[in-house]
């Protein structure tokens, strides 16, 4: 198990050595997406001005105030809660995500599925879990919404973030195959099989 200091953008090359178990602290850029903007851009055909090729991007509807333009907020939007939700439900976009658009890391809680770990695998791209219930420290990692677009989604926009410090993250899925997931899963059928034989139930 390594750690893995990340300024994004970040180059194949580097989200190819993460292994599952390894942990990731994120600097500079991180992107925030959920359901509808993915829908827009992917089912709906709408695109965005952002170049996400070789960003993190966080499964996020994040709750955000209105606020004067300043240099603090460039905006006009302040972050109040930047909390991660369930990624299963985005499954589909993995695949588009990483080929159409470049991204090579997303956030998330909860893990993907079987095609998004053959898209890992095949372009180069891995998960990092977040546990749930920690919006109110991821918060305290993001510095500033820098710039946000399709904000016609809110809160479901294109959220750009510059951070700090954002983490430690645990890479649940990589490149290679490795899924924390499976892994899990795995083992609890075996522990299941394991105490049905010894109370003599079969199945």
């Known amino acids: 198990m390594a750690h893995y200091e990340l300024a994004t953008p970040v180059d194949e090359r580097a989200v190819r050595a993460l292994r599952i178990d390894d942990t990731v602290t994120l600097q500079r850029t991180l992107f925030g997406i959920r359901d509808a903007t993915q829908i827009a851009m992917f ?7 952002f170049d996400l090729r070789g960003h993190a991007v ?8 209105k606020v004067d333009v300043s240099p603090v907020h ?3 939007y302040a972050p109040v809660c930047i909390g991660t939700t369930t990624s299963m439900r985005m499954e589909r976009f993995t695949d588009p ?4 658009l470049g991204v090579r890391l997303i956030i998330g809680k909860g893990g993907l599925g079987a095609a998004s770990l053959t898209a890992f695998g095949e372009l180069g791209g891995a998960y990092l879990a977040i ?3 920690t ?10 919404i820098e710039d946000v677009d399709l904000d016609d989604l ?3 926009s294109l959220w750009q973030f510059r951070i700090r410090d954002f983490g430690p993250l645990r890479v649940a899925m990589d490149s290679h195959g490795g899924s924390l997931y499976d892994a899990v899963d795995h083992a609890a059928r075996n522990r299941r099989a394991a105490a049905l034989a010894a109370m003599n139930v079969k199945t």
Do not use: F, K, S
């Open 74 to 76: 460039p905006t006009g």
């Open 154 to 156: 809110n809160p479901e």
């Open 131 to 133: 546990i749930g219930g």
């Open 135 to 144: 919006a109110a420290l991821e918060t305290t990692w993001i510095e500033a």
């Open 58 to 65: 966080i499964h996020t509807a994040p709750n955000v105030r």
């Open 97 to 100: 995500l990483l080929r159409t």
């Open 43 to 49: 089912d709906r055909g709408r695109t965005t001005r």
